[in-house]
């Protein structure tokens, strides 16, 4: 068989397939590897206990594996083709291939890209990673064997770290380009120091271990999940690519902010959400100021903005951009929330399986009334649920205050335990529980349809 490193290392639908593949096609990450002459078939072995099934009729190139890859090609039917060439004789010789083999070359085909398809995918990765990719799986690596160190020795030794092994480790993941991770390591030091620090601890050390994994395996996930990993890691797209892609037309209600600082990087940062009138879409605008510049936008909670949102890509897009927009004086008359805590569980549920790294969902719950039992409060939802409000900060106060016992929609952040409270509306009232006083009257007014 006319079978080269050069013809295979051609059908690699982009350099980050080759490479994985190269590390697969050691025999070692292989189960078996068997050939009858004309067929070539192997059970590769994951970073789980899942074995991959791949099979290739090296008569007229067809190949298939059961990995579900979106690529084709998959890294696994390259490392078996790479086994083929370099280590053909520590390969099982059968009089005739198993069973599965047969029916897996039955199933349809992935689309083998093009020559052109691959080039052009090729110069985008290239363009949008350049080196890179290869420090931050490197990077990824590291964190990995860093996480299990963690467990090994045990979280009761985590008191005991100077907050320079965080930093230090912290330096690293900046050095292999993991941004993102950085940021969640040099939390560590404040996490280890709460009450309930070994839980909240154990939760980011779990999700990071997962991300790590999940970077391994980047190529084999689904487009929207490859962008989550991607930016989980560090990898910002810039406003320009945003803005280049298809957006949503609608009238945005400014239903709640919440604001912050970094006094490590001397940076202040406003969370903006929006609800779309036809749409009934979420929105998150992200706006950062460094020092004392202020903001280039002011966002008023309870004001209407007609405008075009663009998504950013990813598992469950949430993030968004305007790409134009203008102030609005008409009513606004979208949906006036979940009608139970229930539907809101189901809709947290279904966004936290398409992202599981998902850290703030917004939660707009209508007809819901605050009780207080003793220092706890909650919003009780019309059959009796109830849902924890974040002891931290005013907005609890504020919420007592504005609602005097009365059922109101409450909209605010779910992290998975509490809602951090953002904004209630009353009427056609929309006030803001947190931030700076706004002046009455002027952009606290919203209007809901029935």
């Known amino acids: 068989m006319n079978w080269t490193y050069p013809k295979i290392t051609a059908l690699a639908p982009n350099s980050l397939v080759l490479e994985k593949a190269m590390n697969l096609s050691s025999p070692r990450r292989w189960a078996s590897i068997g050939s009858d002459g004309g067929m070539l078939w192997g059970e590769c072995k994951s970073s789980g206990d899942r074995h991959y099934h791949t099979a290739a009729n090296l008569a007229d190139e067809s190949f298939r594996c059961d990995c579900q890859s979106r690529y084709h090609?998959?890294?696994?039917?390259?490392?078996?083709?790479?086994?083929?060439?370099?280590?053909?004789?520590?390969?099982?010789?059968?009089?005739?291939?198993?069973?599965?083999?047969?029916?897996?070359?039955?199933?349809?085909?992935g689309r083998l890209l093009t020559a052109e398809e691959r080039a052009r995918n090729e110069a985008e990765r290239s363009r949008r990673f350049g080196q890179r990719l290869a420090l931050m799986e490197?990077?990824?690596?590291?964190?990995?064997?860093?996480?299990?160190?963690?467990?090994?020795h045990g979280l009761s030794a985590i008191d005991e770290q100077p907050a320079a092994f965080w930093d230090g480790f912290a330096a690293r993941m900046?050095?292999?380009?993991?941004?993102?991770?950085?940021?969640?390591?040099r939390n560590f030091k404040a996490l280890a120091g709460r009450?309930?620090?070994?839980?909240l601890l154990l939760e980011e050390m779990s999700e990071l271990y997962l991300l790590a994994q999940s970077f391994k395996q980047l190529e084999s996930l689904p487009e929207g999940l490859q962008e989550e990993v991607l930016s989980q890691m560090g990898v910002n797209r810039k406003r320009e690519e945003i803005l280049a892609f298809t957006g949503i037309s609608d009238t945005w209600l400014v239903v709640g902010q919440a604001e912050g600082e970094s006094e490590e990087d001397n940076l202040s940062y406003r969370r903006t959400w929006f609800l779309g009138e036809t749409s009934s879409r979420m929105a998150l605008l992200l706006d950062f100021s460094w020092g004392r510049q202020g903001y280039d936008m002011q966002w008023a909670v309870g004001s209407s903005i007609e405008g075009e949102l663009v998504f950013y890509p990813g598992a469950f897009p949430l993030r968004?951009?305007?790409?134009?927009?203008?102030?609005?004086?008409?009513?606004f008359m979208g949906k006036s929330g979940y009608a139970t805590i229930s539907d809101f569980a189901r809709a947290y549920a279904q966004a936290l399986a398409a992202n599981p790294w998902l850290q703030a969902f917004p939660c707009?719950?209508?007809?819901?009334?605050?009780?207080?039992?003793?220092?706890?409060?909650?919003?009780?939802d019309s059959a009796g649920n109830k849902i924890p409000v974040s002891s931290e900060g005013p907005a609890r106060w504020n919420l007592l205050a504005v609602s005097g016992g009365r059922r109101l929609t409450a909209f605010g952040e779910w992290d998975g335990k509490t809602l951090n409270l953002l904004s209630a509306i009353m009427g056609e009232r929309v006030m803001a529980l947190q931030g700076r006083p706004q002046e009455p009257g002027k952009t606290d007014i919203g209007l809901f349809g029935s």
């Open 73 to 109: 090609p998959c890294r696994h039917i390259l490392a078996l083709l790479l086994c083929f060439v370099k280590k053909n004789h520590q390969i099982t010789l059968a009089e005739a291939p198993p069973h599965w083999v047969q029916q897996l070359l039955k199933t349809p085909p």
């Open 138 to 152: 490197q990077g990824a690596r590291e964190l990995e064997e860093w996480l299990q160190d963690l467990i090994r």
């Open 174 to 185: 900046v050095d292999a380009k993991l941004g993102g991770v950085a940021r969640r390591i």
């Open 195 to 199: 009450e309930e620090g070994f839980e």
């Open 320 to 331: 968004a951009l305007f790409r134009n927009h203008r102030f609005s004086n008409r009513p």
């Open 364 to 380: 707009l719950l209508a007809e819901a009334t605050p009780v207080m039992d003793k220092e706890q409060v909650w919003l009780v």
